[in-house]
């Protein structure tokens, strides 16, 4: 069985605080990792991808992965009350379909 | 910036009919899903499409739901003889890349399927 686990939170930030969201997989051969934002009633939107070990930043964000031991993150620098919502960590083995997490529900309180 | 554009929003059924969810693609990708998300769950994979067939599809996906291409742009799924467990969000997501690993999935915005 493929499991991603996250954390549900809520996680409560300060504005301009740095948000870490964990996300940990239960099958090694998965391959890319991807963080979507999940607004309530909306669909999931693509924040990052990555899928090689070590750090990978885009703007505010930075993914991290760690193969050995199944874990992905992800931060969010100077966090804005815009950045309130839920987080989902994905998957992807040698199938294409992803795998979600339970999210976890962020809150940047102004 | 192109979009998957899903319609309709939003569909009130009773139960044992059939519903039919409709989804445009973005214009130059290749492969096709349906996700369903039950209020306060996980999103949960249901079935992927490329090249005109099923490459994949889940547990969920029994001999109730099907999906096809019918015209070459529009991707529908049809649900034959809707329960009450199938009300959920269904979200169409595309994608263009077919290097595994680097391909990024584009959702809609999702159809509410109530079922009553």
């Known amino acids: 069985q493929k499991e991603v686990e996250q954390n549900s939170g809520p996680l409560s930030v300060p504005e301009g605080a740095i948000a870490s969201l964990n996300c940990t997989y239960s099958?090694?051969?998965?391959?890319?990792f991807f963080w979507y934002r999940q607004y309530s009633g909306k669909s999931p939107e693509l924040i990052m991808f990555?899928?090689?070990?070590g750090d990978k930043e885009d703007g505010r964000f930075t993914a991290q992965l760690n193969k050995a031991s199944q874990y992905v993150s992800l931060l969010i620098r100077d966090s804005q009350p815009s950045d309130s919502a839920t987080y989902l960590c994905?998957?992807?083995?040698?199938?294409?379909?992803?795998?979600f997490g339970s999210g976890t529900q962020l809150t940047v309180l102004p | 910036e192109p979009e998957v554009t899903q319609t309709p929003s939003h569909q009130v059924t009773q139960m044992g009919q059939e519903v039919i969810l409709r989804c445009v693609p973005i214009?130059?990708?290749?492969?096709f899903y349906w996700y369903r998300q039950i209020l306060g769950q996980k999103v949960e994979f249901l079935v992927s499409?490329?090249?005109?067939?099923?490459?994949?599809k889940s547990e969920i996906f029994d001999d109730q739901f099907s999906v096809e291409r019918p015209d070459g742009s529009n991707f529908t799924l049809k649900i034959r003889s809707t329960k009450l467990e199938d009300s959920a969000m269904y979200f169409c997501a595309t994608a263009r890349s077919s290097r595994t690993g680097e391909e990024k999935l584009f959702f809609g915005s999702g159809t509410q399927l109530s079922v009553l």
């Open positions: 499409f490329y090249n005109n067939e099923i490459s994949e």
């Open positions: 214009s130059n990708h290749l492969y």
């Open positions: 990555i899928y090689s070990n």
């Open positions: 994905a998957a992807r083995g040698s199938a294409r379909q992803l795998t």
């Open positions: 099958d090694r051969g998965s391959q890319s």
